[in-house]
């Protein structure tokens, strides 16, 4: 029996991946890897098979078998690379919203921003053919927040949603909530620089790594390689 508008309510996580993985079915400056996080295998076997019985233009639908470090279950929708491929994930979003009932952003190549999920957003995010991929993830080496937190000490490093998490080996995991990233001087703070919150600087820098750690108000900037990040702390 086929899956029916909101079976799969509550089931899946509102932001989803673009090219933040690798493809199974070719390279990855041929394919398009979409990915979404759900709440058990159930609904993650019930996505996947959505996928591929409902697009003919779907090259795989593939789901993890077992859990995520975050307590998910991950769906991986390939499609081929092109000029329709906005079309094609607008398309697909609209069978998923219809079984969620929510509405949907996404990242781009593990980014740290979420994007409103439609045609103009994705026609401008997505590269379209081999040679604009291989720009665009140059561009975003440290918009990757994989590759920005090349010099944490941490043992882990995920994001969920709009929040991010770092866990250390000997220490309890922080989460933060991310505000705002982009190149240095081109993200405006509108708050006052914090002296008065020193020593969570310093535990900041010991606990995060060899990073510049300024704190504002109540945001926490970071900054890497000529880029910030701008976060609270949760």
């Not at 795989?60 to 995520?68: K, L, P």
């Not at 390939?78 to 949907?104: A, C, F, M, N, S």
Request: hydrophobic residues 35%.
């Amino acid at each position: 029996m086929g899956l029916r508008e909101q079976d799969l309510k509550d089931c899946i996580e509102n932001i989803f991946e673009i090219d933040a993985y690798k493809s199974k079915m070719g390279e990855d400056k041929d394919i398009c890897v979409l990915s979404f996080s759900t709440i058990n295998e159930q609904s993650a076997k019930d996505l996947e098979n959505f996928f591929e019985k409902g697009y003919p233009f779907v090259l795989d639908a593939d789901s993890t078998s077992g859990e995520q470090a975050d307590g998910t279950y991950k769906v991986f929708v390939e499609i081929e690379r092109g000029r329709e491929t906005p079309e094609h994930i607008v398309e697909l979003l609209d069978g998923v919203t219809k079984l969620t009932d929510q509405d949907y952003k996404f990242r781009y190549y593990k980014g740290f921003r979420s994007m409103p999920a439609n045609l103009e957003t994705f026609s401008e995010a997505i590269p379209l053919d081999a040679d604009s991929y291989g720009i665009k993830v140059n561009e975003n080496n440290m918009d990757n927040y994989k590759n920005f937190f090349n010099k944490s000490y941490a043992e882990s490093i995920e994001m969920k949603e709009d929040i991010l998490t770092i866990k250390n080996k000997y220490a309890d995991p922080v989460s933060f909530n991310v505000i705002d990233f982009g190149k240095v001087d081109s993200i405006n703070i509108n708050e006052a620089l914090n002296v008065n919150d020193f020593a969570e600087v310093i535990w900041l820098t010991k606990y995060l790594g060899d990073y510049n750690v300024t704190k504002y108000g109540t945001k926490i900037v970071l900054e890497n390689d000529g880029h910030q990040l701008v976060l609270t702390r949760r």
